[in-house]
């Protein structure tokens, strides 16, 4: 075989050149580095070059071969995917398909290169995937360009019986990861998209912190904490919903106590008279039947928020970061706009943070509506969702606290 060639057609994007080999591999000046490569991996991936697959964007395949890029959920804020080196073979017992977890195969690497692709590990992981960062005359092992990424591989034999079909290839590398993380108690996940997609970056207020003018509600500081703390957005709205349903049942009382004083305090009320009480009692149960928990967080938003509050901080936000909430959305199948001119402005946020929380809850089997499916690419839409989250809970939270003694 001709490596030389098949090295100026792989690394186009770098001055690659063979300056040694052995018998088994080839040493290749890529920078002021050394990589040696080993002459196998390079002829067995030129082969089949033109033949891979690379759907979803993170993987490849090829008949009898699939592999993915993986990566540990672990608290938010950690640098690395994996801090500890991991090598796991799991093999049915026919002998016929296996399944490793483990660094990223060169064969992957050289894919990456020769569709340069390379850049969206070393913008995932900073550092882990550059030519550079070694010392002059240095040799090292292909693989260790990326010794921080790992992926699943499948590997199966011609005569297994879905040998050519990927999808099938591709869910028996989740469900090795499933009885892996079942088995070490920690999460490893498929990574379906280069991009941060599963990831919110909470934007701080900018300002050094005052002393307190009010004790806050510890519950809700509690779930505060845990949606800053959460490594996924869905955890975190369904925190920051949680500090909004704490005042459900106050709210709607003191709408329902309103409704019954003016009742009450009219001329005509009477309880001597039947008629009056029978429509203090259908007050009483009409407000009942509608104090569905949609109706009660727009009563939330009525008792926390003066009308503008809300608009003001939308109309700021999309200011700074685009049009998002006042234009038409579709979020999980369904169309949301904000209605900052109309009457309906309160009734359009509460069903827009109502239906995301109903998304993220319910999950039955028979469901007829979209499901989410967390690591899909999903969290995105939530994610967007989140300022607007955390500017209602963080007020929620500041205006419901008591004045601190002096």
């Known amino acids: 075989m001709d490596f030389q060639k098949a090295c100026d057609a792989i690394f186009t994007d770098f001055e690659v050149s063979i300056v040694g080999e052995t018998e088994e591999s080839l040493h290749l000046e890529a920078g002021r580095a050394i990589l040696s490569l080993d002459k196998l991996d390079l002829e067995y991936y030129y082969q089949r070059r033109s033949k ?85 005359g240095d040799t090292i092992p292909f693989n260790r360009l990326s010794n921080i990424a790992y992926s699943i591989k499948v590997t199966a034999e011609d005569s297994y019986v879905n040998f050519s079909d990927k999808n099938y290839l591709h869910k028996i590398a989740k469900s090795a990861l499933f009885n892996i993380s079942y088995s070490s108690g920690k999460a490893i996940v498929p990574l379906e998209f280069w991009d941060k997609k599963d990831q919110f970056f909470y934007e701080s207020h900018g300002r050094y912190p005052e002393f307190p003018v009010r004790n806050y509600n510890e519950k809700l500081i509690s779930y505060h904490n845990l949606a800053l703390s959460s490594a996924s957005p869905i955890f975190s ?34 309880i001597e008279k039947p008629k009056e009480l029978k429509k203090l009692v259908d007050t009483v149960r009409k407000q009942d039947q509608r104090s569905n928990e949609q109706k009660m967080l727009e009563m939330v938003l009525g008792e926390y928020f003066e009308l503008n509050e809300i ?40 069903r827009r943070i109502y239906h995301i929380r109903n998304i993220i809850v319910h999950n039955k089997e028979d469901l007829k509506e979209t499901r989410l499916i967390p690591f899909g690419g999903q969290e995105e839409i939530i994610s967007k969702e989140l300022p607007l989250m955390y500017f209602i809970s963080e007020s929620i939270i500041i205006k419901t606290g008591s004045t601190i003694l002096t």
């Open 52 to 136: 891979i697959v690379n759907d979803p964007e993170t993987s490849i395949f090829y008949n009898g071969y699939f592999e993915q890029f993986v990566e540990p959920k672990l608290a938010k804020g950690s640098h690395y995917p994996f801090g500890t080196y991991i090598n796991e073979r799991l093999e049915n017992s026919s002998g016929n398909i296996r399944v490793d977890l483990s660094q990223i195969s060169n064969f992957f690497i050289l894919f990456l290169i020769d569709n340069n692709l390379y850049n969206h590990i070393s913008g995932r992981y900073p550092d882990s995937f550059l030519l550079s960062g070694f010392m002059s």
């Open 237 to 270: 709205y369904l925190a920051l919903y949680n500090i909004i349903e704490y005042f459900f049942i106050s709210s709607s009382e003191k709408v329902l106590y309103s409704l019954v004083s003016d009742k009450i305090s009219s001329p005509t009320f009477s």
């Open 311 to 350: 608009k003001d901080w939308i109309k700021d936000y999309e200011e700074k970061k685009g049009i998002h909430y006042s234009e038409s959305n579709n979020i999980f199948d369904k169309q949301f706009k904000v209605e900052l001119k109309s009457d309906k402005f309160a009734n359009s946020i509460a």
